[in-house]
């Protein structure tokens, strides 16, 4: 997974997204400038693969957004907003697995041995 190729996949869900995703890439990259890592790419990348793998499920995009419209409603009862918390956490928890992510993706993180670093040379 590149930048490239994951702004591809974000202009095929809509060209609304390209500014945001572009705007976002800019500040991650001046980040890892200023902090010496690449920690800020790495999270930008698996932000947006997430963002990939929930809108490219409408079903999924559309219980996403209901989810999130429930626990920012104040009117909202306390099961209705638990309820939405574990919609959300399922939601992504789903799309971090699809895109590579996350806990348990990658089996040498549960070894002591380091996680090997992204390849944006791409």
Same mark, same amino acid.
């Given at each position: 997974?590149?930048?490239?190729?994951l702004?591809d996949?974000?202009?095929?869900l809509g060209?609304?997204?390209?500014?945001?995703?572009? +705007?976002?890439?800019g500040?991650a990259?001046a980040?890892?400038?200023?902090?010496?890592t690449?920690? @800020?790419m790495r999270?930008?990348?698996?932000?947006w693969?997430?963002v $990939? *793998?929930?809108?490219?499920?409408?079903?999924?995009?559309?219980?996403?957004?209901? *989810?999130?419209? $429930?626990?920012?409603?104040?009117?909202a009862?306390e099961e209705?907003?638990?309820?939405?918390? +574990?919609?959300?956490? +399922?939601?992504?928890?789903?799309?971090?697995?699809?895109?590579?992510?996350?806990?348990?993706?990658?089996?040498?993180?549960?070894?002591?041995? @380091?996680?090997?670093?992204?390849?944006f040379s791409?």
């Amino acid at each position: 997974m590149n930048a490239d190729t994951l702004r591809d996949a974000v202009e095929r869900l809509g060209r609304a997204r390209i500014a945001e995703y572009d +705007r976002e890439l800019g500040e991650a990259f001046a980040r890892a400038t200023q902090t010496s890592t690449i920690t @800020p790419m790495r999270l930008f990348l698996e932000k947006w693969a997430t963002v $990939v *793998a929930i809108e490219r499920h409408p079903d999924r995009a559309r219980a996403m957004r209901e *989810a999130e419209r $429930v626990t920012g409603d104040p009117h909202a009862t306390e099961e209705e907003f638990r309820a939405g918390q +574990r919609t959300i956490a +399922r939601i992504l928890a789903e799309a971090s697995a699809e895109a590579g992510i996350g806990p348990g993706a990658h089996p040498a993180s549960k070894e002591s041995a @380091p996680a090997a670093e992204p390849d944006f040379s791409n």
